[in-house]
């Protein structure tokens, strides 16, 4: 994806390669109103995704991820034409929870139609121990995990999991995600069946004690069935203190990467 972001910042007139961090306002406001002025498919997945550049105000250009509608594929165990509304709920869960895993995202028309934007995150680069970071006990890779088993996402791939040149935790693509069966695949199997940290599990009952913010933050986004079965799994896990164990035969994602 690197040349790819290349070429789209030479489209659109020289995109800062890295630039100044936005607040989530200042980047939500971008998301929602500035002009589209690039875009390229990037050519690998099975549902189109866009490459896109957005001008800002002052003439600079940010780049974003658009996942349109009209691009996803029909899917036999997820209703057809939610995907990107799910990137948009995982978004919305992760600001509503205070965990920030999720970059800033949301709903809008675009050059084919309404999708999902997201900011997109500059991954950081040349370190050697991303293996080894990844397959650490890390505090944000825990927070990540918990995320994955309340929001049931289906599609934790290596791939989807950035830290960018701060050296913060990020997850994207989450279009596979809130469905109210059982779904979880993941990469990140260094907890499981390990207790949910003191520090999660304080988050965790407070997420529990405010379910009725998550139904209004979530009810025009999903179905109310599948804000119930959010709301199952966060007193499944709250209860339980623990992560649950996970089967290599049925809870990795298709496609390691």
Not at 21 to 47: H, I, K, M, Y
Not at 177 to 183: I, L, M, Q, V, W
Request: net charge negative; charged share 25%.
């Amino acid at each position: 994806m690197p040349d790819l972001f290349l070429e789209l910042r030479d489209d659109a007139g020289g995109a800062e390669e890295t630039p100044a961090p936005l607040s989530e306002e200042d980047a939500l406001d971008l998301l929602r109103d500035a002009d589209f002025t690039a875009s390229r498919l990037v050519p690998w997945g099975s549902n189109y995704t866009f490459a896109v550049a957005l001008e800002t105000p002052d003439g600079r250009t940010r780049l974003a991820i658009y996942k349109p509608q009209a691009g996803e594929a029909p899917l036999y165990d997820f209703p057809d034409g939610t995907l990107y509304l799910r990137e948009l709920a995982a978004y919305l869960f992760s600001r509503w929870a205070g965990w920030d895993v999720v970059p800033a995202t949301v709903v809008r028309d675009g050059p084919h139609g309404i999708g999902s934007v997201q900011l997109y995150v500059q991954p950081e680069s040349g370190r050697a121990d991303l293996h080894d970071f990844w397959s650490s006990r890390d505090p944000a890779i825990e927070r990540m995990v918990l995320f994955d088993h309340i929001v049931n996402n289906a599609d934790r791939k290596i791939s989807h999991c950035l830290r960018d040149v701060t050296g913060k935790v990020w997850g994207i693509d989450h279009g596979l995600t809130f469905n109210r069966e059982p779904k979880l695949r993941t990469v990140l199997w260094q907890f499981v069946g390990e207790p949910i940290s003191p520090p999660l599990m304080r988050e965790l009952i407070s997420l529990r004690d405010r379910r009725e913010e998550l139904r209004d933050t979530l009810s025009n986004v999903i179905d109310g069935g599948e804000i119930e079965a959010l709301l199952r799994r966060i007193n499944r896990l709250a209860d339980q203190g623990c992560y649950p164990p996970l089967s290599p035969r049925r809870n990795v994602p298709y496609g390691w990467w």
